[in-house]
């Protein structure tokens, strides 16, 4: 662990326990009738400190999943272009991501014969060329890392528009049965196959002509960060909110995910989530996490169980470098999930990784527009990619809803 990261672990933990400290009195001074503006000037100097520790909080919780998903895309990837067919196989690497850059700073005009034939078309019908697979690598790491329910949820990998994936339906009854006696077919267990199609995402970066001009301007850095940015955020809000028409389908949106509703219309509090906790088997909880925003994350740190300790904990902490939890479970922060309302869902909590799959098709089709931006002097780049998302388990993940 870097001395940077220890000496932030250091004074985070300082940091709340002066921020328990003056949320106590503030406690005290609303239970006595008094004015509470001193303390609150406080607790929100307090709080603007903790959150400046939280992007490092967020990256400690999600470093582990977020590695264990880019190496599975990355093998997926190898796999996909290695295949028979693939438009890949026989090109050199220097060949094609040159042949690429080509393209995309002067277009099909400014390739030679030998690096038009080294492109690969797209099979789609709007067109463009594939990515490399060197530039769909980078990308790919930039999405996870922006991506907070990426990092949760279990990913899979396709050169396909959609995947099969098996669905339960039932469970086999035991059946008590005396020692001669028939064991006749138990009923109720059966299992299907539920399709989970990749839906296509595009984006659009311009970039001037005179960028493009100069040798020394980095396109493909460009590109890419732009990319994996829009890409980031339109995935990071259908996978909470999607309605699964022609887009993922979010975890809210899941009728079948369980709904806990919180003792108050007008607030929740320490019982509510432990509530959450407890409404799911034990086997999903164990390895379950939060998912909410930070100005639900806000809330939940004043928040005590009635035993008078604190539901929130500042991990981050120096052995093993554990992060902070919420009731023993660690939390991710979306920028989607809704901010506490009447029948607001702005809670969920479940093991995700079990609860919730994300297929991700192994491919990227770039299509340069010198014309569309033509009168701003800039060229036009729309790139493509399918992305899916679906709960498949449902009884793994449960959301909190603010209603009496």
Excluded at 102 to 129: H, I, M, P, Q
Excluded at 327 to 346: C, F, I, K
Excluded at 368 to 389: E, K
């Amino acid at each position: 662990m870097s001395e940077d990261i220890k000496n932030a672990i250091t004074d985070l933990g300082q940091t709340f326990n002066e921020f328990k400290k003056v949320n106590d009195e503030r406690l005290d001074s609303i239970e006595k009738g008094e004015g509470t503006a001193y303390v609150d000037e406080k607790m929100t100097k307090l709080e603007a400190k903790m959150d400046s520790y939280e992007d490092m909080n967020q990256k400690l919780t999600t470093a582990e999943a977020n590695a264990e998903n880019i190496k599975s895309q990355l093998d997926e990837l190898r796999t996909v272009v290695t295949r028979p067919n693939s438009g890949f196989e026989s090109k050199q690497v220097d060949e094609y991501l040159n042949a690429f850059d080509t393209y995309c700073r002067k277009g099909l005009e400014g390739l030679d014969a030998a690096e038009k034939k080294a492109l690969t078309v797209s099979n789609d019908s709007t067109g463009g060329y594939l990515a490399p697979p060197e530039y769909v690598q980078e990308l790919l790491k930039e999405i996870t890392e922006m991506s907070p329910i990426r990092s949760i949820s279990r990913i899979r990998n396709t050169s396909a528009r959609s995947v099969q994936i098996p669905k339960r339906e039932g469970t086999f009854a035991a059946q008590w049965v005396s020692e001669s006696g028939t064991r006749s077919e138990t009923t109720g267990y059966r299992v299907g196959l539920e399709e989970l199609p990749a839906h296509e995402l595009y984006a659009l970066v311009d970039i001037s002509e005179q960028d493009l001009e100069d040798s020394l301007f980095n396109l493909e850095a460009e590109m890419q960060t732009e990319f994996a940015t829009q890409f980031a955020v339109a995935e990071g809000a259908s996978f909470v909110n999607g309605t699964s028409v022609g887009q993922p389908e979010g975890f809210l949106q899941n009728g079948s995910v369980g709904d806990i509703a919180s003792g108050s219309n007008t607030a929740y509090d320490a019982d509510d989530l432990i509530g959450l906790v407890h409404s799911i088997k034990s086997d999903y909880s164990k390895n379950g996490t939060f998912v909410f925003n930070r100005n639900t994350l806000s809330n939940i740190r004043k928040l005590k169980d009635g035993a008078g300790q604190y539901v929130f904990q500042a991990g981050m902490s120096l052995q093993n470098g554990v992060t902070n939890t919420i009731l023993g479970h660690p939390y991710v922060e979306a920028t989607d999930m809704p901010n506490a309302a009447q029948d607001a869902s702005m809670i969920a909590f479940g093991d995700f990784r079990r609860g919730y799959m994300i297929v991700d098709r192994i491919a990227l089709a770039v299509l340069r527009d010198p014309f569309t931006q033509a009168t701003t002097g800039n060229v036009r780049y729309i790139a493509r990619r399918r992305v899916g998302g679906q709960v498949i388990m449902p009884e793994a993940i449960v959301k909190l809803t603010q209603k009496a």
